[in-house]
């Protein structure tokens, strides 16, 4: 069954993609659904196996590395973090596959899409699945170019080539440095094993551990899109919106909040990382929310509030509460994903336009996506009893009940940016359902809902959006769960904060977040209904215009990084290629060496004048050229010659001198006298040597 689980979608990638001309359209999605539903089952079933019985599955399949010092084995783990981040994986995945039949109905490409999904699929459970760094590591690759391949899934256009290659090439920042990291702990434990790892990691300097830490941070930044290394986020929604959800939802933003969780026993042992962590999600947070209030598209503002939330898991990973940000993680796989699909049925409806401005009134149209969306944004603004309120306010709650500095200041933060998060939410749904028409009559005269492939997949992730948080409270944050006793997370003793988290905290801090909630959602519908031409003439405003542009460019952090950074490089690249490829390099190699050869060309070619005596000339002093290089060569070779036999003949004089000293009890003077035989005391030698003939061993 477990093996399954890992073998299904890509049997689904490899049927689609490879024969999909021979079982047709139909056939290639039905079979992709139900490789992945199968999957979906078999991983449900293997969560309640797994989690609650605390009953670990490895699965060894075969060698992969073997040397002296280093062996690696395809080894599959399936332990209670594993079987968790499996249902959001598969239950997301599977949606997305049923949702695709709908949505990629007109697409001529539709094998070719299905295969990349279930192919995105498998390599998200490889690295969620594999036992050690190095297969994580195939798993995380596989993911990133899988990503490419989807977000420029429509490679006419040039914008969506421009976002694959941006999302590729930032997220290889990330991977340089994870591989650096991987290389450090291969150097100081010898193994990449999980097990292995996180057993000796107690005995590590702790600096070694934060050098560590830090690579897997920056690999897990730029995978979750953290601030600094977020700039391909936005710009893959250029992929189909069901890409979109995929990736926002359950796989490749979560790979990376993933990496640090299951690293847990590794940088609990690092203060330095653990504090990074936490600044960096709260700034994450902030960041993200103020960028999403001043976006216009709706799949954009969306895309930002995944940035805020993948910045309030770090936060939970840099308070130790890593079963609180799985439990996040989880909970925003649903809404996230519902949040998205609506959004494409939205798309879908108007005619592809993404732009909420040309939006308004589709309420009438679109009564049950107005419904799924709206519950989707209420989980995602931890409105009380929907599924993000139990995750969501619980990491502000952790923040405050560390009782640090820095902990309370990030609680302030973080809270600052949840209320941001309520702004851009209801502009979204105001804007999008219950704002006067501002679009196109075209846009109206054929809106209408999905067919049951786009509304069924809606349905079930908004009851999943109410439920799931509050069915599965008690298993991941409860006091005295023992959900993750099998060890696949780990929390020093001397960093829990549940119980400080669950009693100690005040109230009002408890409430503040639902507070600026209720505060900011009626502040978002006032200021467009009854104040919107103090709006107007705010943002014509010389202040307002400076303000507006500053966070709709994303606080111009691109305009820095392609300014300073990028054309820094492009300068360099270009100024070496002219110095080296196309200076030294051409003039001394072919294209100089191709001048010399036309020059000496011309020059013999010059010589042939005609006259004899010149030839003759020519002749001779070739003829002497010639002869006493020759003559050079045979005297040097005769010089060799006798050099190397005079060694050879003092050689023997030697070895045959010592022998004789030996049976002869030759003086030492003698023997001294006669080491330069044949040149020296040559008499001597012949006396020794008449009377011992039998004794001497001529060469």
């Known amino acids: 069954m477990y093996l399954s689980i890992i073998i299904l979608p890509l049997l689904g990638s490899i049927v689609s993609g490879f024969f999909g001309r021979k ?47 280093f062996n690696m084995v395809w080894n599959f783990q399936f332990d209670s973090l594993t079987v968790s981040m499996l249902i959001p994986v598969l239950v997301i995945s599977s949606l997305v596959h049923f949702y695709s039949i709908g ?92 097990s292995t790892v996180f057993s000796l990691a107690p005995y590590i300097n702790e600096n070694i551990v934060t050098i560590i830490g830090i690579c897997l941070l920056i690999g897990a930044m730029a995978k979750s899109s953290q601030v600094g290394l977020h700039i391909w986020l936005p ?46 999600g709260a700034v994450t947070t902030v960041f993200s929310s103020l960028i999403g209030l001043f976006q216009q598209d ?34 925003h796989a649903f809404y996230k994903g519902l949040l998205f699909l609506g959004a494409g049925a939205v798309i879908h409806a108007v005619v592809d336009n993404q732009d909420l401005r040309k939006y308004g009134g589709l309420i009438s149209f679109l009564p049950l996506t107005y419904t799924v969306i709206l519950i989707a944004s209420l989980s995602l603004v931890a409105f009380p009893f929907m599924t993000g309120f ?110 400080d988290t669950e009693f100690g905290v005040p109230t009002i801090f408890k409430l503040l977040p639902f507070i600026l909630t209720i505060l900011f959602s009626a502040l978002a519908i006032i200021y467009p209904e009854f104040l919107s031409n103090s709006v107007s003439n705010f943002k014509l405003s010389n202040m307002g215009y400076y303000i507006y542009g ?32 196309k200076g030294s390099v051409e003039w001394i190699g072919p294209y100089g060496f191709g001048i010399a050869l036309v020059k000496a060309s011309k020059t013999v070619s010059g010589l042939g004048k005609g006259v004899v005596t010149d030839y003759a000339l020519y002749i001779l002093i070739g003829a002497c050229f010639y002869l006493s290089i020759f003559t050079f060569i045979s005297i040097f070779f005769d010089l060799a010659n006798s050099i190397t036999l005079s060694c050879v003949l003092v050689l023997l004089g ?40 039998n004794n001497l061993i001529c060469t």
């Open 298 to 331: 709706i799949k954009k503002i969306i895309a930002y509030s995944t940035m805020s939330q993948l910045g309030m898991m770090v936060i939970a990973i840099g308070l130790s509460s890593y079963n609180v940000a799985i439990f996040h993680l989880i909970n």
């Open 550 to 581: 500053f966070f709709n460019q994303r606080f111009l952090v691109e305009f820095f990084y392609n300014k300073y950074i990028v054309n820094t490089v492009l300068d360099l690249g270009g100024q070496t290629t002219k110095i080296l490829d």
């Open 654 to 693: 030697a070895n045959n001198y010592v022998k004789l000293s030996k049976h002869n009890n030759i003086n030492e003077n003698s023997l001294t006298s006669s080491f330069l035989w044949p040149w020296s005391n040559t008499k001597e030698v012949s006396k020794y040597t008449a009377k011992h003939q």
């Open 103 to 194: 949505y990629m109905s007109h697409d001529p490409h539709s094998q070719r899409f299905f295969s990349y999904l279930s192919l995105f699929t498998f390599m998200m459970i490889i690295l969620v699945t594999g036992n050690n760094y190095l297969l994580m590591f195939v798993g995380w690759e596989g993911v990133g170019v899988c990503s490419y391949l989807l977000i420029s899934f429509w490679f006419t256009r040039i914008a969506a080539n421009q976002s694959s290659l941006s999302a590729f090439l930032t997220n290889r920042v990330g991977d340089c440095f994870l591989t650096i990291g991987m290389f450090v702990i291969l150097w100081s434990l010898g193994n990449l094993d999980y």
């Open 390 to 499: 139990f995750s969501k306010d619980f990491i502000l709650e952790s923040a405050y009940g560390q009782y640090h500095f820095s902990s309370i200041n990030v609680y302030f933060i973080a809270t600052i940016g949840a209320a941001f998060t309520t702004l851009y939410s209801v502009k979204v749904i105001y804007l999008t359902f219950l704002a006067n028409p501002n679009g196109s009559v075209n846009y109206y005269k054929n809106a209408h809902e999905g067919d049951i492939f786009i509304s069924l997949p809606l349905v079930i992730l908004a009851i999943f959006s109410i439920y799931f948080g509050y069915l599965t409270k008690d298993i991941y944050i409860g006091l005295g769960s023992g959900f993750f006793i099998d060890n696949s997370i780990f929390i020093h003793p001397m960093r829990e904060i549940l119980i």
């Open 235 to 280: 710009m893959a929604m250029e992929g189909p919106t069901p890409v979109s959800a995929l990736i926002h939802a359950a796989t490749m933003v979560t790979a990376g909040v993933y990496l640090l969780i299951r690293s847990s026993p590794l940088i609990e042992y690092s203060s330095t990382v653990l504090l990074i962590c936490l600044w960096l």
């Open 23 to 69: 079982v047709g359209v139909t056939g290639s999605r039905i079979l992709g659904c139900l490789s992945i539903i199968t999957t979906t089952i078999l991983a449900i079933i293997s969560f309640f196996e797994v989690g609650f019985n605390n009953n670990p599955i490895s699965i060894n399949l075969f060698k992969w590395l073997d040397s002296e010092s």
